[in-house]
């Protein structure tokens, strides 16, 4: 998406909401591309370091101690915990990365999110952007990727794993990680190819949404009628 848009995560400061594993492994995967994470949350509350995670104390506190994210100040005492919502009107990031629950990215979370410049949403829970805020990011011309699409490295890597059992196999991380990176690729562009196709556009960009939602079902009907489905 970002190279679509001419540039890159170098440079980046995003906003990822949540500390389970796809925030914690979104979060280790935006610092590999050169972005800096700033943000991080639980269902109490979230933390705000404007120095970059520290992706290995969220670990510890999250898959070791079993804490809660308030805990991180114990690490980095200069960042800042805030009690309660709220995140997404706090930072002003050039991405947002919403990876905890469903409806926690509401319309004013967006109106703040495009007055502060964010460029670039995409989901990494299952449908945490609502409806209204979902169009008003797309009419406003930030670039939206919605959950079925950019969530779907959980099936994918479910997938994986499948195959790996049937053939009794063994791949190494990087082997599984290589895989799925160029699965999500594919999404990516199928999307892109359907919405181009079909004239799906707002605010200025592609609508993913709809893209993903055209793919989604032409897969499905071309499985049906490989099946003798008419």
């Given amino acids: 998406m970002l190279k679509d848009l001419g540039t890159d995560f170098n440079g980046k400061t995003v906003a990822i909401s949540g500390a389970g594993n796809v925030a914690i492994y979104a979060t280790q995967k935006v610092q590999q591309l050169g972005g800096k994470v700033i943000t991080v949350s639980d269902s109490n509350g979230y933390v705000i370091d404007e120095e970059g995670i520290d992706l290995a ?8 101690k079993r804490g809660r994210i308030k805990d991180y100040l114990n690490y980095r005492p200069n960042a800042k915990y805030v009690e309660g919502a709220g995140l997404w009107q706090a930072v002003k990031v050039d991405v947002a990365l919403p990876c905890a629950t469903q409806n926690e990215l509401l319309i004013d979370d967006a109106k703040a999110l495009v007055a502060n410049g964010c460029i670039v949403v995409a989901e990494g829970a299952n449908m945490p952007t609502t409806l209204e805020a979902t169009q008003y990011l ?93």
Avoid at 57 to 64: G, P
Avoid at 154 to 173: I, K, P
Avoid at 185 to 209: D, F, P
């Fill in 138 to 230: 797309q009419e406003n011309g930030v670039y939206f990727a919605p959950g079925k699409a950019s969530n779907a490295g959980g099936v994918a890597t479910s997938a994986l794993e499948m195959s790996q059992n049937s053939q009794r196999l063994s791949w190494t991380f990087e082997e599984v990680d290589e895989k799925l990176h160029n699965i999500m690729i594919t999404i990516y562009k199928n999307s892109v190819a359907a919405a181009k196709e079909y004239g799906c556009e707002v605010g200025g960009k592609t609508n993913l949404v709809a893209g993903a939602n055209i793919a989604g079902f032409l897969k499905v009907a071309d499985a049906m009628m490989a099946q003798g489905v008419c």
């Fill in 57 to 64: 104390a969220v670990k510890e506190i999250k898959e070791v």
